[in-house]
């Protein structure tokens, strides 16, 4: 069985970065599109970025992160990052990274999180001065 973890979360002024950690354990994430979704406070979840399997590793992002967020993957520790910069409060969220395994293209599956079957707990991310 997948098994996700997320790390990196924390308090952040605006203006400064983070990198949240996805590691994967009992498969190997290279067959797995992996995605980042946040929730905020009353708010319906979203889908933040994602990137498809290799050798294509097509990546998808919404358009308040483009240009801010960047996400990657790194097939020898097994783990999916997602490097966020210029934060904002708005970014203030949970955030989850899921894996899942279709034909979907990853622009589609990316804002269709039935089709990820494995989840991670969430690490916080808020930012505030």
């Known amino acids: 069985q997948l098994q996700l973890v997320e790390s990196g979360g924390g308090l952040v002024q605006p203006g400064g970065s983070l990198r949240l950690s996805c590691e994967a354990s009992g498969y190997s994430l290279d067959y797995y599109t992996v995605g980042w979704y946040r929730q905020a406070p009353g708010k319906e979840q979203e889908a933040v970025s994602c990137i498809s399997t290799r050798p294509d590793g097509s990546t998808v992002y919404i358009d308040s992160v483009k240009g801010r967020f960047t996400i990657s993957r790194d097939n020898t520790e097994n783990t999916v990052y997602l490097q966020m910069g210029v934060l904002k409060p708005e970014d203030t969220a949970t955030y989850y990274c899921?894996?899942?395994?279709?034909?979907?293209?990853?622009?589609?599956?990316?804002?269709?999180?039935?089709?990820?079957?494995?989840w991670g707990q969430g690490t916080q991310v808020t930012v505030s001065s």
């Open positions: 899921a894996a899942g395994i279709t034909d979907v293209v990853v622009q589609h599956m990316c804002h269709m999180p039935a089709f990820f079957t494995s």
